[in-house]
Each structure stands twice: as structure tokens, then as C-alpha cells.
């Protein structure tokens, strides 16, 4: 196997794991996020949406075909990454690691897929 196909999998494997326990956070631990989403002041009836739209960011990347629909997966989790570092940074909760980590892995499948697949 191609060295550029292994980084690939293996960053987006990576990136799958972390957006499956995000959900998993948001639909089994709902009060703490809520509580999370209040003290960032974002609403909190976004967060079963975004739970649904990591989803389908997800199966978007892994089993749609369409270059289209993958590029705006990877858009939106950009934006998504983006806003969740500057949400944690700006309370000073300690907890924008993550989000620079998820980038990290987002930028890396995103760059080599296009290596892999054109």
C-alpha cells in the first residue's frame, strides 16, 4: 500500500474516532453540553443538529463519491474546528487542545486524500 494512502486512512480514521465521540458526547451526556454550549453562549438547540451534521460529514468523506459533497464535509468541519478553538479559548477553559488537534488531523486526510485520489 502507498505510503500517502496509509497517512490518509490513518488521519482519517483518527478524525472519524474524534467526531463519533463528540456525538456520543452530545446524545449521551446532553446536560453537560448544554451547559458547555450555555457558557460559550452559543444556543443550545443547535447541539442535536451538529450531532447530526458531524454524522453526515462523515459518511460524506467515507462513502460519497461526489468531490463535491467531500469538500464541503471537510468545509464544514473546518468551520466547525475553527469555532469550537476560539468558543474554548476565549473562556479559558483549557480545552482548545482538541480543537487544534482535529485541524491537525482534518488538514493532514484532507491533503492527502488529495494526493491518493487527485
Do not use: C
Not at 26 to 54: D, H, M, R, W
Not at 100 to 105: D, M
Amino acid at each position: 500500500m502507498d505510503k500517502n494512502k496509509i497517512i490518509y486512512y490513518i488521519s482519517t480514521g483518527l478524525l472519524t474516532a474524534l467526531m463519533l465521540m463528540s456525538v456520543s458526547m452530545y446524545v449521551f451526556k446532553n446536560a453537560a453540553i448544554q451547559k458547555a454550549f450555555e457558557s460559550f453562549g452559543y444556543p443550545t438547540y443547535i447541539i442535536y443538529p451538529l450531532a447530526v451534521a458531524k454524522v453526515l460529514g462523515l459518511i460524506a468523506i467515507w462513502f460519497i463519491n461526489t468531490k463535491s459533497l467531500k469538500e464541503w464535509a471537510y468545509a464544514g468541519f473546518f468551520f466547525d474546528f475553527v469555532l469550537a478553538f476560539f468558543a474554548h479559548y476565549m473562556i479559558s477553559d483549557g480545552e482548545h487542545i482538541g480543537s487544534v488537534v482535529a485541524l491537525v488531523l482534518l488538514f493532514v486526510s484532507y491533503f492527502s486524500r488529495k494526493k491518493v485520489y487527485g
